[in-house]
């Protein structure tokens, strides 16, 4: 049976996993990939292996990311949201990350 995607694609997400499965962007993972403006995000949960499509103002979305921060990757996570924030001023990143530190994500 042929696959949906082509060869070509396969390859290059094998190539671009290295050895976890994570994607890795020039040897760093990234925790957030953003979406719609910031509106969401697909949030990689290194942890369990799993990535979940989420709103970045929903309870969902903090409790995904504490869990991370728990977890002990909270400082990565932050410089991401700095680091989308510096890239990308329209979309909300301040006001997501700001969020996040009210809600005590990073704490502990």
């Known amino acids: ?5 082509s060869k070509t694609a396969r390859a290059s997400v094998r190539a671009g996993q290295g050895t976890s499965g ?6 760093e ?19 369990n292996g799993k990535t979940v499509h989420l709103k970045t103002d929903s309870d ?8 991370l921060s728990a977890a ?3 400082a990565k996570i932050r ?16 006001a997501t990350e700001k969020r996040l530190v009210d809600a005590g994500v990073f704490e502990g």
């Open 1 to 5: 049976m042929a696959s949906s995607t």
């Open 72 to 74: 002990g990757h909270g």
């Open 29 to 47: 993972y990234k925790y957030l990939i953003p979406l719609a403006s910031g509106r969401f995000a697909y949030v990689r949960n290194l942890t």
């Open 60 to 67: 969902a979305f903090i409790e995904e990311i504490r869990s």
């Open 22 to 27: 994570a994607l890795s962007v020039l040897g």
């Open 79 to 94: 410089a991401e949201l700095e680091t989308l924030n510096t890239a990308h001023p329209q979309d909300g990143w301040d």
